[in-house]
Every structure is written in structure tokens, then in C-alpha cells.
């Protein structure tokens, strides 16, 4: 019943010419390729400069928990482990002050993961820094009491041992090399409070032959080269960095552990009272010196317990144990400062179980493979129990906080990352695929000369 | 000859040696011949585009599909200003040749048909197709193809009675 219909469409149909559209088509098809590569560079460089745009992983704003009026930033409640690919601190996109450095066992990948991660003051922006072999955050890389620097020992041979410190806000890095005469290395022992000077403890080789060795503290001032001399010691005496040395709150003097020695001594490098601590007492850290300069802490340990207590710089006589809770269960405490209302901050060390079983010296109790994770808990006057200002995640071992949170006491609440991927793994993902469509493009380019040729 | 110049060439005699019947196949699905000029030249761009991969697996075909999508892509552009009517808008009458009236006639009822329902018949009535081959190039099951064919039939014996085969009576048992 069709046939008719065949026909009439064969009929019709041989009516028609043959189309001449040949360079028309070819035409059209070169048009259409140049579009889509036009159309895939611009959608490229819109995810580039969107990666650039919004840091992902990265979550901007205003911290949430932020007090108002202290305008410089808070503590966050909760630090997670930088994001794959998460800026440097040198990166061309500064994070402005930083409100805490930690580091650990695998805080980027590794087991002796020497990334340090830097938190900022006003937003849980990340950025890491690579130091080599693992150095514990408040202890080997210090913050500045304004957050905007850090101070760590770069990897060397020995030959010349020094101190870098990066300016947070350019990610520019200054070289301080060691100030003492025969010095193999150095290391930062702690700020002073205006952030001007730093004290630096150096191993200096005794005879040519270096057979032995003294170590050597200095206070120095970056900037302008001035160095002082603080006290010297055998290399085999315990010198615990981030307990060693505790400023003033005026910065004109500072107290100094060596071994089981308490030395209070002024800027200028003279001493002025030497006490000895009894067993299982010691400097309390950084903050030891109390806000009105009238007394130095300690950290005592009664078991697995740690308490405050307090002694008089002037006399060394005890004062007693301060009114604050103790802290137990955990393998040791780092006083950071004072905050409002007389709180101490401090850094609570969570001990692995194997470690609670087998180490005894504070240098190792908080070496970092013996410690589980860190938190940060406030003291208060009066109050029954430690109050939990900040959490880690397992293998964060240590952390540092800037002086100027600490004594503002601000607490702002933590912003999960939004993806685990940072700024960079981004950038280097959009790199790849230029490049492939650069590669595509060239083999286009390439044939199409060919095509035209002919 | 260097790899895109033979390229190039096998292209160039494809085209030339399919251009006839593909522009017939064009033309009645457009029923115009710019807009079939404009179809098969957008079949063939999409086709050098692709060439390297089809060009040893029945490009013809490709083709046929590139412009049967195609073709529907475009009426549903346009399908907001085009309306089927009941009876053919453009009806022959001033040319004076047979042939041409003949093809004014077929186009202005094919014109009547959906997209669907004049690819069908094309298919399988220009180019012979089987009703499976048609399924393949519009890319639809063969019960559709059926489908379409019946509607589209039924309709051209209602606008173009002549066109069709009148169809048989049934018997009587």
C-alpha cells in the first residue's frame, strides 16, 4: 500500500540537486572548534580565578564566637589538620595574623611530618609551613606574642646554623644566623612580649676538635643585630624548650631553667636571683611570669596530676599552689598566659596509653610520638574542673598560641573545612588541565595547518 | 600526503560522492531547499569534526543521524511560529513542470508531518531503510518507528490522498 508513496518521495526527490556545501561545512566545522577552545580557556580561567576567589577549604567570614570589641581576632574552639594542598605562609596570599601554629605525627600525610599548620586570628584560614624533620609548635617553632610571626630552625648541615622568621602578613622570611662564635645549631627558646627580641639557645663546639660542646643562650633583636648574652651551660644539662624561658610581662626580665635551676635575670644578661626547684617542678612555660610580675609559676606533678603553683622571684620562696583545678590524666602542662578574670591557658598533653605506662622525664613526656593529641584548657580561680577552650584532632602534639589571644580570652567558634582540598591542589588541578588543553590544542593547530596546506 | 591530507581528501570524496543522495534525503525532510542547504551543511561540519572516528564506520549513516536530530533540534525552535494545518498551505499550481509539482506536492505534505513522523517515511521510504536501521538512526525503538509510520501514513492519506496507496478494504469472514 506504500508503493505509491515510494515512488512519489523517489520522484520528488530526484527533482532535487546535489547541495554544494562542502567549504561551507568545512568552514563551519573550523568556526565551531575555535568557539569550543575559546569557550573552554574562558571556562578555565573563570575556575581559576574562582579557586583564587574563594579559598575552598579554607572558610572565610567572621568568626563566629568572636567577643565584640576585641578586634583582633579569637581562639578558635576546634583546629582540624590543614586541607590537602593548603596555602604555605609564604604563599603571595598572606593570612595576616595567625592565631595559633600546631604541628604532629601525620599532620599532612607522614609519620615524621615536619608541617607546621598556622590557623589565623580572625578566620580558620590554614596555611602550613615545611620545616624539614618534625619541630613541635611552642617548643622548637614560636609564634610572636602578635601572631604575626613565626621563628623556627631551618634543616642544615652545621655550617651555618640559623633562625629564619617569616613574617605572616608578606610571607617574607628573615635570616638570623647564629649569634654565637661556633655555633652547629640554633633554635628559638621564646619571644619577648614587644616581639622585639628573641632568645635563641646555640650548641657551640668547645674545642677544635669538637670533642664537646656548651650551650648558649642569647637574647637578640632581629632588627637591629643587638645581642646579649644570657647564660651558658654544659651540653649535657637539661634545657626543656618551651619551659626554659619566661619573660616578664614588662620584658625587662626573664626566667630561666637549666636543669633543675630557676635564674632570674634581666635583659641586660645579669642575674639576679639563681633558686633550685624541687623534683617534678618546672618552669611552667612561656606564661609563667604572673600578669603583675609579682610571681613565677611552676607546673608541679602529684602523679598523673598537675597543678600550678606559684614562687617568688625575688626570694624563690613558695607562695603555694594557685587556685586553679588541677589537671589529670594528662603527661604534662605548658602554661601559654593569664586570661581575664586570672584563668591560666594551658596546653594539656594527652599522653599515648604506652606512653602513660614508660616515660617519666617531661622532655620526653611531651615528645611528640608519646603524645596522643593536645588540648587547650582554661584554669580558672575558684573553679572545679578545667574547662576545655580548644580540641585537636589525634597527632597533634603540640601547639602555640599568640600571647595577645591569650590574654584576650576570646573564644570564637570553628568552621569545619567545606572540602578537605586547599588553594593549591586546586591551582596545580586547573595547571594540569591547561596544559592538556593546551597539548589538545596544539595537535588541533597542528592539523589544521596541515588541512589548510592542502 | 601527510595525515591530515588524507584526511582531508577522504572527506572531501565522501562528501562529494554522498552529496547527491543526502541532499534529496535534506530536502524532504525540510521541504525547502535553503533550510536543506543549511541542514546538510551542519551534518557535514558536525561530521568532519568527528571524522576520524567514524570515517570507517558507515559515515553515511552518521550523517543521516546528525541531520534527522538536527532537523528535530531546529523545529523545536521554531516550533512556537509553525503550526500543522489541516490541509497543505502551499498547493501546486502555477508550475508549469510536472516533476517540480510533483515535488511541491510531496514537500507540502510531508511538511503536515511531525519531525518524527517525516524522518520515518524518508527513512524508510527514500532511503529503504528497514524499520530496525531507522530505529537506529533516530535512536528510538523499533515499536516507535511503527508508531510513527502508521500516524504518518494515516495523516498523508488524509492531506494527500493521492500520494498513498488507498488502502485495501478488509475481508469479510
Known amino acids: ?454 | 600526503m601527510g595525515e591530515a591530507g588524507e584526511f582531508n581528501g577522504e572527506f572531501h570524496q565522501f562528501v562529494v560522492q554522498r552529496s547527491r543522495a543526502l541532499s534529496r534525503t535534506a530536502f524532504l525532510l525540510t521541504g525547502d531547499h535553503q533550510l536543506a542547504e543549511d541542514l546538510l551543511q551542519a551534518a557535514f561540519a558536525r561530521t568532519y569534526r568527528h571524522w576520524r572516528r567514524i570515517r570507517g564506520d558507515q559515515p553515511e549513516a552518521y550523517v543521516r543521524r546528525v541531520m534527522h536530530h538536527q532537523h528535530i533540534s531546529w523545529w523545536r525552535r521554531r516550533r512556537v511560529t509553525e503550526r500543522l494545518t489541516a490541509a497543505p498551505p502551499e498547493r501546486p499550481g502555477d508550475d508549469p513542470s510536472i516533476a517540480a509539482t510533483l515535488r511541491v506536492t510531496v514537500a507540502a505534505a510531508l511538511q503536515q508531518l511531525t519531525p518524527r513522523q517525516r524522518a520515518v517515511v524518508v527513512l524508510r521510504y527514500l532511503d529503504d531503510l528497514t524499520e530496525a536501521q531507522v530505529a537506529e538512526v533516530l535512536g528510538c525503538s523499533v515499536g516507535t518507528v511503527k508508531r510513527h509510520g502508521h500516524d504518518a501514513l494515516r495523516r498523508l492519506r488524509a492531506i494527500a490522498p493521492k500520494l498513498v496507496d488507498a488502502p485495501r478494504e478488509r475481508s469479510v469472514r
Open chain 1, 1 to 454: 500500500m506504500t508503493v505509491r508513496l515510494r515512488e512519489a518521495l523517489h520522484e520528488a526527490a530526484d527533482e532535487v540537486p546535489g547541495y554544494l556545501v562542502y567549504e561551507r561545512a568545512l568552514a563551519t566545522a573550523r568556526r565551531t572548534r575555535r568557539r569550543t577552545a575559546a569557550a573552554t580557556a574562558a571556562v578555565l580561567v573563570a575556575l581559576a580565578a574562582m579557586v583564587w576567589s574563594v579559598p575552598v577549604g579554607q572558610p572565610g567570614g567572621q568568626p563566629g564566637g568572636m567577643e565584640p570589641g576585641s578586634g583582633s581576632g579569637a581562639l578558635p574552639d576546634q583546629i582540624w589538620k590543614p586541607p590537602i594542598g593548603a596555602l604555605r605562609v609564604t604563599d603571595p596570599f598572606p593570612m595576616g595574623s595567625a592565631a595559633l601554629l600546631f604541628t604532629g605525627m601525620r599532620t599532612m600525610g607522614s609519620d615524621e611530618d615536619g608541617t607546621v599548620g598556622a590557623v589565623g586570628a580572625e578566620a580558620d584560614r590554614y596555611r602550613v609551613l615545611h620545616v624539614g624533620y618534625i619541630k613541635s609548635a611552642g617548643h622548637v617553632v614560636l609564634l610572636s606574642p602578635d601572631g604575626t610571626r613565626l621563628a623556627y630552625p631551618p634543616e642544615g648541615d652545621g655550617t651555618a646554623p640559623r633562625v629564619d622568621i617569616v613574617d605572616l602578613t608578606d610571607g617574607s622570611v628573615q635570616q638570623i644566623p647564629a649569634v654565637a662564635a661556633g655555633s652547629v645549631s640554633t633554635q628559638p627558646l621564646g619571644w619577648s612580649p614587644d616581639g622585639r627580641g628573641l632568645v635563641v639557645i646555640d650548641s657551640v663546639r668547645v674545642d677544635a676538635e669538637r670533642s664537646s660542646y656548651r650551650n648558649v643562650l642569647s637574647l637578640v633583636e632581629p632588627d637591629t643585630g643587638t645581642t646579649v648574652h644570657l647564660a651558658s651551660a654544659p651540653d649535657t644539662s637539661s634545657i626543656v624548650p618551651g619551659y626554659a624561658v619566661a619573660f616578664a610581662p614588662d620584658g625587662q626580665k626573664l626566667a630561666l631553667q637549666v636543669d633543675d635551676t630557676l635564674t632570674i635575670t634581666d635583659v641586660a644578661g645579669t642575674p639576679r636571683q639563681t633558686f633550685r626547684l624541687p623534683p617534678d617542678e618546672i618552669l611552667a612555660g612561656k606564661g609563667a611570669w604572673s600578669p603583675d610580675s609579682r610571681a613565677v609559676t611552676v607546673a608541679k606533678r602529684r602523679g598523673d596530676a598537675w597543678t600550678l603553683a606559684t614562687i617568688d622571684p625575688a626570694t624563690g620562696a613558695p607562695l603555694g599552689d594557685l587556685d586553679v583545678p588541677a589537671v589529670s590524666g594528662v603527661a604534662a602542662i605548658r602554661l601559654l598566659g593569664w586570661g581575664p578574670g586570672g584563668a591560666a591557658l594551658v596546653v594539656a598533653y594527652q599522653p599515648t596509653p604506652e606512653a602513660a605506662r614508660t616515660t617519666t622525664k617531661i622532655e620526653e613526656r611531651i615528645l611528640y610520638p608519646n603524645v596522643r593529641t593536645v588540648r587547650l584548657l582554661s584554669l580558672a580561680p575558684g573553679a572545679a574542673a578545667p574547662i576545655t577552650r580548644m580540641t585537636a584532632p589525634i597527632g597533634v602534639s603540640a601547639v602555640d598560641v599568640a600571647d595577645g589571644l591569650v590574654r584576650w580570652g576570646g573564644t570564637r567558634v570553628a568552621e569545619p573545612p567545606f572540602v578537605r582540598l586547599g588553594p593549591r591542589f586546586w591551582f596545580w588541578l586547573v595547571v594540569a588541565v591547561a596544559l592538556g588543553a593546551a597539548v589538545l590544542g596544539g595537535r588541533w593547530y597542528v592539523r589544521r595547518r596541515e588541512v589548510s596546506r592542502r
